[in-house]
């Protein structure tokens, strides 16, 4: 529509339109006037008699014409813009809807990963202008969204996907699932490793249930169950090898800790590959050609454990065991870290060639507390050699593919300021180390617990993906 900024009829034509038909009537009889204003003198001296005939014609014209023009809203004051000043803060957008939020994986997504980050969208952590609030971790009505009043994390956690390039980050998955990690299938399957059921009756989802494996398609919304109708217990650390088109997890049978490594595929074909009772089997993954299976391995013990778990080495069918670390060293006799001994060996994946193997060693907990100290440290498959990448951290999960060592590192800042403790993932290439998480998005607890590559057959020529995930040692991330 248009803007008053007329005095007379004859000033119709510098209306501010944003309506081009109707300035073209506007303009047509604005045109009109101005003729008969100025050769007024004319046709009254010369043609008095026919004019008056036209000036009816025309005045009746015009009169139309303004009907025309008030129906368009033309008179009407257009309302003027607020400044920056005037205009109200918006209020959060509303929920987002339940269930997948997209229907294939973003095509330059590169990672994928699980977290509470959305949980800085509740209002509840949101000051009067709706921004968040400058120390949401310490604000009571925040901090209630983020812990339950036990001290563990509130809201359940989602996947997402990230784009390396741009930073941008999606939102997959907003259902009533606690999910522990998510792998990359193909672009719309995702195997995971989730909690969906109340299975110990409390009223809630969380990590204290029984986690399952699923196959989510995110077309249709659905999640199969891969190992519900198995009776097995404490089931983590999946990874899927694109070449057998099968799952190596650890898992539990009965009561107690006695967790060996199984395989399962889409059809539900379930095999054991361990089983040996002097130990109890975690952390295992893939090589990327699927004939090895890289895993920890801790001896059995009484409680509380005070022997740290090694790392080893075997064929894909579970044969041609192979130790390749004893545990790292205590020299201070230090007792356990929240239930870890000191020299723990855990989360080892094997690089692209197969010739090195990274994991994350338990150095000590009296450093970066209340974390502890997490070596990232490479082993030489063939000779044993050991190098410390990182020895300041704690360095969790590392998974290594051609794109480098994806990672989550937990870190105590310097001051006594509780944004200042982190959580975020990391790659390390090439001797640098990169953060990829950035404030708010890498606090303690929002930050990543766990993240794969993205490595699908359409991009650029790279092979399917094959992804390490969630580890038994991981479980220390939640604040107890």
């Known amino acids: 529509m248009c803007k008053r900024s007329y005095k007379t009829l004859y000033d119709l034509p ?8 109707i300035e073209g009537i506007i303009r047509w009889f604005g045109d009109i006037f101005r003729r008969l204003k100025t050769k007024h003198s004319y046709y009254t001296k010369y043609k008095a008699g026919d004019m008056r005939m036209k000036t009816k014609n025309m005045i009746l014209i015009g009169i139309m014409a303004i009907e025309i023009i008030m129906i ?3 008179f009407e004051e257009k309302e003027q813009p607020e400044t920056a000043e005037e205009r109200p803060p918006k209020p959060p957008s509303s929920e987002l809807p339940k269930g997948v939020l997209i229907n294939e994986i973003p095509e330059n997504a590169d ?12 209002p509840d952590c949101l000051d009067e202008k709706y921004e968040l609030k400058s120390n949401f971790i310490n604000d009571p ?13 509130a809201p359940l956690k989602q996947l997402f996907t990230m784009d390396l390039e741009t930073g941008n980050v999606v939102q997959i998955t907003n259902m009533d699932c606690f999910f522990i990690t998510g792998q990359v299938i193909d672009s719309k399957t995702i195997m995971v490793n989730a909690i969906c059921s109340d299975t110990d009756n409390n009223g809630k989802i969380n990590d204290k249930d029984k986690p399952e494996l699923y196959l989510l398609d995110l077309t249709t919304e659905e999640m199969d169950c891969l190992t519900c109708k198995f009776d097995l217990t404490s089931i983590n650390n999946p990874d899927y090898s694109p070449v057998n088109g099968k799952i190596v997890f650890s898992a539990g049978t009965g009561r107690g800790m006695n967790n060996r490594l199984f395989t399962i595929d889409s059809n539900k074909n379930l095999d054991q590959l361990t089983n040996d009772s002097e130990y109890l089997d975690f952390d295992c993954s893939w090589s990327e050609d699927a004939t090895k299976i890289v895993f920890s391995r801790l001896p059995e013990q009484a409680f509380p454990i005070s022997i740290p778990s090694q790392v080893w080495l075997m064929d894909a069918d579970g044969t041609n065991m192979k130790k390749m670390t004893d545990g790292g060293p205590n020299p201070h006799n230090e007792n356990p870290h929240r239930g870890y001994p000191i020299g723990t060996d855990a989360d080892p994946d094997l690089s692209p060639d197969n010739k090195k193997i990274v994991i994350s060693r338990l150095k000590t ?3 970066n507390a209340p974390f502890g100290i997490w070596e990232l440290v490479v082993v030489d498959v063939d000779t044993g050699t050991e190098k410390v990448l990182d020895s300041q951290y704690a360095n969790m999960i590392p998974e290594w593919k051609s794109g480098g060592i994806l990672f989550i590192r937990q870190e105590v800042g310097n001051t006594n300021n509780a944004t200042d403790i982190k959580q975020s993932l990391y790659i390390y290439s090439s001797g640098v180390f990169e953060e990829l998480e950035k404030f708010p998005y890498n606090v303690f607890p929002v930050g990543a617990y766990g993240a794969h590559w993205i490595e699908l057959k359409s991009r650029e020529g790279h092979g399917t993906v094959c992804l390490f995930v969630f580890s038994f040692s991981a479980i220390f991330l939640f604040r107890t």
């Open 14 to 21: 510098r209306c501010e339109l944003t309506s081009p038909p």
């Open 72 to 74: 368009s809203g033309c």
């Open 111 to 122: 990672i994928i990963f699980d977290s509470v980050r959305h949980v800085l969208y509740n």
């Open 141 to 153: 009505d925040c901090n209630r969204t983020i812990y339950t009043p036990e001290g563990r994390l």
């Open 365 to 367: 907990g009296n450093g």
